[in-house]
């Protein structure tokens, strides 16, 4: 917008009053074909555009969505961004992305959104604590958690089906003859790497298997050094199950640089099919979360609760696939 360029200016050039040049700019606001063409022609000439901030303060709620996200780190998250930008931007809605140290989100946090009347929000890899949640209930703001759930069920949730992902991985790796194996799990703290753990090691038990469990933080430097110390105490398994494919990466990163032969002296399956996971220098094995599905889901649910605030809660599980490669 032009500087110093008002509904005010728009209204005279178009000769209308300001009230009518608002009106066109309002969603459902009753203006004749023939005033909303006056006030669009003054405002391309002018140079002018609505202020969108301006208008939440009047009407309550903004068309902006509030995106809250910490693994910014994780490669994962960054396609999930843009996944949900472009899906939002389709349904005349905006992004506004908030980044968090915490993993559990406080009220600090969520402040900003407030502040600016976000109609939704989506929350991806943090959890949610008390104080946070009695206000989205109280200001009925429609609350996604994405690739996270928490136990209460007090808001809706969409997933991948960590649980049977995690299963049909093990299952997989006994098929291979694997009888010694590593979980590198992600904060424990997190509902994903919980499932993922308990899909996995469920499958295991009953059956010959030296199973053990390592944890780290779903970074690259985690998996490397989680495998550097296991190598070292000269623990080296058939097979790696990793919570994510950052860390995953990290872990044949390790192997190589001990000159260990993958598949041949160990396999490695990570989880998310991260784009670099298929980069020729790692060809990683992995379960691909149907992040596509996911967000659709996730946007189809806060336009119905837009349309009509309900407050439904229950958590959203949608399958995957194991991708195979080079690494088992």
Not at 5 to 31: C, M, N, W
Not at 50 to 56: C, G, H, M, Q
Not at 62 to 75: D, H, R
Not at 242 to 259: E, F, H, P, Q, S
Request: charged share 25%.
């Amino acid at each position: 917008m032009k500087q110093g360029v008002t509904a005010k200016d728009v209204a005279k050039l178009a000769g209308v009053s300001q009230s009518s040049v608002s009106r066109v700019y309002f969603e459902g606001a009753s203006v004749s074909a023939k005033t909303k063409e006056k006030v669009l022609a003054a405002a391309q000439e002018l140079g002018y555009r609505p202020n969108e901030f301006a208008r939440s303060l009047i009407t309550n709620q903004s068309k902006i969505i509030g995106l809250v996200m910490k693994g910014v780190q994780n490669p994962f998250y960054p396609q999930v961004l843009k996944l949900f930008t472009t899906s939002l931007k389709k349904h005349g809605y905006s992004v506004l992305f908030i980044y968090t140290n915490n993993d559990e989100i406080q009220k600090d946090d969520i402040e900003i959104l407030f502040n600016y009347n976000v109609a939704g929000v989506v929350i991806t890899d943090a959890s949610l604590s008390l104080s946070v949640t009695e206000d989205f209930i109280k200001y009925q703001i429609p609350l996604v958690l994405f690739n996270r759930k928490i136990d209460n069920n007090q808001f809706y949730s969409v997933c991948c089906n960590n649980f049977e992902a995690s299963k049909k991985i093990a299952e997989y790796l006994l098929s291979m003859g694997c009888t010694k194996m590593i979980y590198i799990s992600g904060n424990e703290n997190t509902s994903t790497s919980r499932e993922r753990e308990k899909g996995f090691s469920a499958v295991l038990q009953g059956e010959e298997v030296d199973y053990q469990k390592y944890s780290s933080d779903y970074t690259y430097e985690g998996g490397y050094n989680i495998t550097q110390k296991i190598i070292s105490e000269k623990q080296l398994p058939d097979a790696f199950f990793v919570a994510n494919d950052i860390m995953a990466l990290g872990v044949v990163d390790a192997l190589k640089d001990n000159n260990i032969d993958i598949p041949n002296e160990t396999k490695v399956i990570g989880f998310d099919n991260i784009e670099m996971a298929a980069w020729p220098t790692y060809n990683l094995t992995t379960w691909e979360q149907p992040i596509t599905e996911m967000v659709e889901e996730t946007v189809k649910y806060l336009l119905n609760e837009l349309e009509e605030y309900s407050g439904e809660a229950k958590n959203l599980e949608i399958d995957g696939a194991l991708i195979l490669r080079k690494t088992t």
